[in-house]
């Protein structure tokens, strides 16, 4: 995408982000300090990091033995990589930088000849190669090892990985496509398609672009390639565990999509990989595409806490205005998905709402993945919990399993890595740039130093966002430079002020943005405050799970209601629509949060009974106040294990 | 169960009671003309009826076709032949009992010499004759055919199915028990023990109860029987499916269990039959089981609408207060297992607590089961519907699936043949003796010939009932006769007005009925008023999911809101406590029932909107007041499509 004056729009490099402290500052340090090598120990533990010495064309011969949940692995090492490569980028540490090298040195082992790289199939199920792209992953580890290869190679300039891939790339290209001889194959699990753009972008050669490209217009054609290729296996095609091609967003050619289908993460992958595609051919239909699926996305199908997916059955999504609270599933993976969706669009569509819904993602349904200390995990993000109690029932035995309590790793640990990577590369999300306009979207404590026409500036920005909605953004710049600030008025933000110097501002505001256009000095201040009252959020009166109930949101977080701090039966709460709610700033808690508290009443029967059901003529309510209070909602089960719940009936 | 006069008390036969008019005269008119023949088509057109001339040793060779939901079969025909045997006894039709009678000829000649009866190993899967009690289903068939001898025996007084299953069951007796060189199986299916039990009653043969205390006693002792067979099959027992013994009761002796576990139909038919167990040995510790697990499912796992077993993933009980409303299972045929084992608590501790649940889950969660039609079936009943939505997602395409519409029949059809024998029987329910006392139970319009001392009298009972709590009965004998009439105040009554022959009687109350202790005269006209207000039902304080919200009941009938009354978004109805609740008959709708009528509003944002999600701050609710209509609960989703609901928030 353009702007009207013809430069190119595009995120602002984490490597010239800055962050040191504040909010992401605390989360980055964590994420080095526990979950960085947390998941690296549990890489090695699990045998992951020397699957890549026995696998390859020296280590014959192979096993044979198939383990369902091996196709994944090499995924989570390429995740683990881009995390410690983003890392890298912006905290060197030599120890990391080795343990990263040598991995790397592993995995360009285990490639062969033909370019062909994957832990699991020359070992132990060779026929297997390539002979179910439906359910196999193959492409899929091959996307997260490229997204690793490129943010190494940003980070440390070193280019092995990013070679090896590109041999795996051309491989996969020469295998697969339209010209005679080639399969018509594409992923059944999407994530390769986004990461060819990344590889295209690192290396400018457009055969990569052209293979994504490839791979979104084939999606879903007919006659359907997972039809014929279950018939070369001898399967038939109706027998598929998941019924239908939905489920992968492959019923369909893509172009002909008009909702957001089937198994969350993939469709998210698979979005943001088209919004990428979209970006770099100038492709106007897949751009129509993208806003088609983006708006029935985020006006039917989004939790409130930008997580997506509400059924455990599928792993996705359901229907419109379907909201199921206790038993959402929103994975983890699943909003840091749509975050990266969110920053494509408003790439392709600069438009604050689609910062909007990234920011929503990123603050809730996505940072509750990860425990505050660090190393345990969250896979599903529901918006209610009863612990001791899980949603499927008794039925499953398994109590806790990740639902109600985080867990310092899964069976399939495709969030863990998701969110340190998230976390490491967070400062790609803070600004944008095209020419001479810079965007501030994130606001976060952190300093950037720009080079806008030539001129190299930096600005310092301060603020305790997302707890406050002041910043200060100062210049420091050796010469005078024209360029416009493009600050970003969050959807949930109704009165802000803005001063230069000191001096109120009035500037005009485009597409959520006020645009501050000036000759800027060195030392300049930029003073934004932005009004962050606590709101009562109404849900859509389509959303049948949460009638009558409200949630609260402060700024861009949620909150949430926890037994620890009021009681057990939150279901019994009760917030007045009169009751003032209040902000304040617990120091005590998780290193510093903000809270809110007021007044609420568990409305209860007057009197105890043992009885299931009585009749209103014969009993009667009892209405408790008590102040209750809300932590935020990415905080949840850091503390006792018991009730939680968002949304809070009112009255 | 003897009451203190030394006579031992039991329900008063269905061939004693005469049902013509009334709330069941109707029913059984539909059933006997519509439901009977309906399903002996679908047991024809599926090859039901056929599978047992293909049966029975003079059939070789097997086909070895190995088909799972077979195991099944042979209990879809002994219900049906249970409810045309109920039926024959009130209502002899010629052509019905020829039919019956060629289909016990054909079970008979399907019988082996040692006695076993089973239309599907013998010809499928000989091997697996009684290698598989814990999945394979025998004995579950066995009971029903059971129950349909006994039923047929007394309807027609033709013993020749009686003969047959007195065989098989002395097969059984053989294979099976604690003596040196018999198996220690018993049933993963419950059901028949309580079969058992009326063979017993029926023939005065005590082996037949010895059978069935032996299954009682065994069930759930260690060394595990289903971990003995799992491993001569060569199956880890670790691999059951089900996961746990829970499921089908045996995860411990039954003596040690303290709550209602597992499959809701399976638990019903055992408790049931422990019920039956322990009225015919008088054994205490039974006694004090079934009251324990009693005690359990009314308090903490029984639905509004008297409907058991809230998750589909086990057809069965979650934990206490567990009461999800859409996604209910509450499957048809554990409402009857229930009412059947309310029916047995009550003659082994007489008192109307037991009938109150009875009543509960035959009005509502069983009758639901079908269509006013008498064609349609329910297997599940949840407590809100949304239709064009399935409520395990679009993952599942099939939206209906007899989830939301009734359907003509089931894959596993085990709930049409229930509902039919069900109605059939219903004037078994009507009342019981203790020798010279008569229980009043279920007020239905009939009349019922008892036998009191050797003396005759009709009672004949008149009433609208459930929509009027007016009930008249009159005597009608030849002599003079003493006896005490029992007349049952339901739970939800709290006014009643008691008359004999015009003058206002004060009687006495002993657990849960009115004792009317006098000489009768022909002619003596009792009547009682049930004052029957609509009431609002208040859940207990720890059901989650509907906290805030009330049920509407009349009497014994649960109420619902359906879309074809009220309009769509039924989650955003609010009924105030305030509002006055009408009742009135409706003599058009569905030939004549009582509705629900009075103001409710419908809550929702003043302004229109695309957002998902507004700000309380910026955006209010309207109420829009409109008139309410809520119709019987059983009788939900016999019109157009659309949402149903029970319970309404209140304010």
Request: with cysteine; net charge negative.
């Amino acid at each position: 995408m353009t702007t009207s004056n013809g430069n190119r729009l595009a995120p602002v490099s984490l490597r010239q982000v800055s962050i040191d402290a504040g909010f992401w500052g605390e989360r980055q340090a964590v994420n080095r300090d526990v979950t960085i090598p947390a998941i690296y120990q549990k890489l090695e533990e699990t045998g992951r990091i020397a699957s890549w010495a026995m696998a390859g064309p020296a280590n014959p011969p192979p096993s044979h033995e198939r383990i369902g949940v091996r196709v994944f692995w090499d995924s989570d090492s390429g995740k683990w990589l881009e995390s410690a490569a983003y890392s890298l980028a912006t905290h060197p540490d030599a120890e990391l930088e080795a343990t990263a090298d040598a991995l790397i040195d592993a995995i360009e082992g285990a490639q062969f000849d033909d370019g062909y790289l994957n832990t699991y199939f020359p070992v132990h199920f060779p026929e297997g190669q390539w002979a179910n792209l439906r359910d196999n992953h193959e492409m899929y580890n091959a996307g997260h090892l490229m997204e690793a290869a490129v943010a190494y190679h940003q980070a440390t300039g070193k280019r092995k990985l990013l070679d090896v891939l590109a041999r795996f790339s051309d491989h996969i290209a020469a295998t697969f496509g339209t010209e005679e001889g080639k399969r018509r194959g594409y992923p059944g699990h999407p994530e390769i398609e986004l990461a060819l753009v990344k590889m295209y972008r690192e290396t400018g050669e457009k055969r990569f672009l052209d293979l994504a490209s490839y791979l979104v217009d084939e999606r879903g054609q007919a006659p359907h390639y997972y039809d014929k290729e279950s018939l070369d296996r001898g399967e038939s095609p109706e027998n598929y565990w998941a019924q239908t091609y939905r489920y992968c967003q492959a019923h369909l050619p893509l172009r002909e999509h008009t909702e957001a289908n089937g198994h969350s993460v993939r469709a998210c992958y698979l979005y943001a990989g088209i919004a990428d595609v979209a970006l770099e051919t100038g492709d106007e239909d897949l751009l129509r595409l993208s806003r088609v699926l983006w708006d029935d996305l985020t006006r039917h199908q989004m939790y409130v806490h930008g997580g997506v997916g509400p059924s455990h059955h599928n792993e996705g999504f359901t229907f419109a205005y379907d909201m199921p609270t206790e038993t959402a599933y929103c994975e983890t993976c699943a909003a840091i998905a749509l975050a990266f969706w969110a920053h494509r669009m408003f790439h392709l569509d600069p438009d604050s709402r689609y910062i909007d819904v990234m920011e929503r993602a990123i603050y809730n349904s996505s940072l509750s993945g990860l425990s505050h200390s660090g190393d345990h995990f969250f896979y599903a993000n529901p918006l209610a919990a009863y612990p001791g109690i899980n949603p499927q029932g008794r039925w499953h035995e398994d109590m806790d399993g990740g639902h109600h309590r985080r867990t310092p790793w899964f069976h399939c640990p495709c969030c863990p890595p998701n969110i340190s990577r998230l976390i490491a590369s967070i400062g790609e999300y803070a600004y944008s740039q095209a020419g001479d306009r810079i965007y501030v979207q994130m606001y976060q404590d952190n300093s950037v130093d720009l080079n806008i026409g030539g001129s190299e500036a930096r600005l310092v920005q301060e603020t305790q966002y997302p707890w406050d909605g002041s910043v200060r953004i100062t210049t420091n710049m050796a010469q005078n430079t024209n360029f416009e600030l493009a600050l970003r008025i969050p959807d949930w933000c109704y009165d802000h002020q803005l001063s230069v110097n000191g001096e109120a501002q009035m500037a005009a505001t485009e597409r959520g943005y006020l645009i501050l256009s000036r000759e800027w000095t060195d030392g300049d201040k930029v003073e934004l405050t932005l009004a962050m009252p606590v709101e009562r959020v109404m849900p859509h009166p389509s959303i049948r799970q949460t009638a009558g109930q409200i949630a609260l949101q402060r700024g861009p977080v949620l909150y949430c209601l926890e037994e620890v701090d009021n009681g057990p039966r939150l279901a019994n709460v009760c917030i007045s629509d009169a009751a003032a709610l209040h902000a304040a700033f617990d120091a005590d808690l998780f290193g510093g949060v903000s809270v809110i508290t007021g007044e609420a009443r568990r409305i209860e029967p007057a009197e105890e009974s043992s009885a299931l059901y009585r009749h209103h003529s014969r009993a009667s309510y009892k209405a408790s106040e008590f102040a209750f209070k809300a932590v935020p909602y990415y905080l949840w089960a850091n503390r006792d294990r018991g009730e939680m719940r968002v949304w809070i009936r009112s009255s």
